[in-house]
């Protein structure tokens, strides 16, 4: 799709794990402290979606199923004919989809802060996300780590502005389709959540 996605292999043996991060977030932030424990006993893939991490920005919106063909061509391109998905927020609602749309790339599924409709999302969160700025999240982890590793970092505010319209009319997922999930699947939501 005209992007240089980064991804990241370790361990090695059973099915592979593919790990999915969130908005704003990238492999080492989301998942760097996890990656050695998970990979004692299997393969574990991780990926930077676009305009995260060390993968490059395009000029295409955010939306969750260019990010999920983006993960289908790197499993391709790696030969990988299923993984158990782990996604968290951004990342979660690619595992959604690669769960419904290509059930045979999904072993077992585990998805973390995300909705699969519009209604599930808290309201004051979208709204907060629209609104981000460089300035409001200056000196945090998530502005260092782009300005570090980005092939572009002078453009933080075209990601914030892409994530703040993130599937922007999106009509989100039917009940029938998440029913219908074959994978098994956790699902995990924290008290204070966005949705």
């Not at 599924?109 to 909705?115: D, E, Q």
């Not at 572009?152 to 009940?175: A, E, I, N, V």
Request: hydrophobic share 40%; aromatic share 6%.
């Amino acid at each position: 799709n005209g992007l240089q996605m980064y991804y990241e292999i370790h361990g090695s043996g059973g099915r592979p794990l593919l790990l999915l991060h969130g908005g704003l977030f990238d492999i080492d932030q989301q998942f760097g402290a996890l990656i050695p424990g998970l990979a004692d006993s299997r393969q574990v893939i991780a990926a930077d979606f676009q305009g995260h991490g060390r993968t490059n920005d395009i000029d295409r919106p955010l939306r969750t199923a260019d990010l999920a063909s983006d993960v289908l061509g790197l499993l391709r391109h790696l030969d990988v004919p299923q993984a158990d998905v782990f996604g968290f927020s951004v990342g979660g609602a690619v595992a959604l989809h690669l769960a419904i749309r290509h059930p045979e790339l999904v072993g077992k599924l585990i998805v973390s802060s995300v909705s699969f409709h519009p209604d599930g999302d808290r309201g004051e969160n979208s709204d907060a996300v629209g609104e981000m700025t460089v300035e409001m999240i200056a000196g945090t982890p998530m502005e260092q780590a782009y300005r570090a590793k980005s092939p572009h970092p002078d453009r933080l505010q075209d990601l914030l502005d892409k994530l703040g319209t993130y599937d922007q009319g999106f009509p989100g997922w039917s009940d029938a389709d998440i029913e219908g999930i074959a994978a098994p699947t956790l699902i995990t939501v924290g008290d204070c959540d966005a949705v």
